[in-house]
């Protein structure tokens, strides 16, 4: 079905008080204009993820300082506090439009308000278990702007048209002894797609763990929380194919193959009537520490995969290590359940993949150094497997 307007569900444009396009101008033949909006996929165990947003700043040089010239902004006055959580299934907070120079921009800042005496919680994270809101310490964020690198062509006289992905599960990261909440970003640059996937996932089966996600080779594409009804919709998400998985709490991995993606469409993976209910599945527990010289160790994220039969490979859980370096992962030991996509109104006819039954792999990455794996034992039912990595 074709993906209307109303679709997009945005929460409302952001009062943007300033366009600034510092060392370009605006309005001449050599420039297009850029337009951003701000989404999130799910995050673990929180009710609330809030950041203050001040503005964006893009540069044509990935490597350019905070005071050197060239940066264009999208200023917001005043600053705007935005839950990420609220940002799933398609929803998107517009952030603003600017002119810029025509060519390639490469690096992309968000700038957020400090914590201060009088907003001691501009960024904080609200638990889901105690409904505790405590403070996220974002100290890049507060000075020059949480860093992630873009690859965008603004062309002259035309609109570049792109969505901010603030992956929130992945960018609160637990400070360790000091008991402090760190916002490490975990920011994704992709043009505004009208293209996705939407679907059922039986009601019962949704808690704050459920995650459905578009993947390619194992790595996440795009992820959401299914809504308490059970629908979700995976959008932006580029034209391709894609393997759909969802994860959940004590459930069974439920995966579906070679979901096709098209232009300007919302592929629909199932109805209502054939919503997707993975079995209850027994649990082990992977877990282990990241250490080194290397700098930033810190900085790890472990992902969690399976190959399952035939050589698909799906990330069933992934974050980053907390402050200790520490990371834990309650795991699935049932075989996943994996059915070939087949266009509605056929059904879903799922099978169990016996010969990846509590099989996995754990991926280390570090920025700037080869991935680290491991293949696991089989992981059995209240099991615990450890496994430390150490960079370089």
Known sequence: MKLLQSLRLALGGLLVAGLAACGGGGGGASNGTLRLALTDAP???YDAVNVTIEKVRVHKSDSAGDADGGWAEIVLNPA??????????GVLDELGQTPLPAGKYTQLRLVLAANTGS???ANSVVFTDTKAEVALKTPSGQQSGLKTNIDIDIAP??????VLDFDACKSVVYAGTSGQYLLKPVLTMIPRYISGVSGFVNAS???GTTTVSLQQGGVIIKSTTPRSDGTFLLQPVAPGSYTLVLTGSGRATAV???????????????TSGTALNPAVSATGTVNGTVSGTAPLV???LVRAQQILTGGTTVEVAGRFVDGLGNYAYLLPVDAPQVA???AVPGPLVFAADAGAAGKYTLRASLAGFADKTAILPVLTSGATITTNFTFP
């Open 43 to 45: 995050a673990c165990g």
């Open 80 to 89: 705007r506090r935005v839950n990420l959580l609220d940002l799933t299934n």
């Open 119 to 121: 907003t001691p919680l």
């Open 157 to 162: 006289n035309r609109l570049a048209d792109f």
């Open 205 to 207: 089966v949704v808690n």
């Open 256 to 270: 579906v193959t070679s979901v096709p993606v098209v232009t300007d469409t919302v592929t629909a993976l199932n």
């Open 298 to 300: 810190l900085d790890t």
């Open 340 to 342: 070939p996509y087949v």
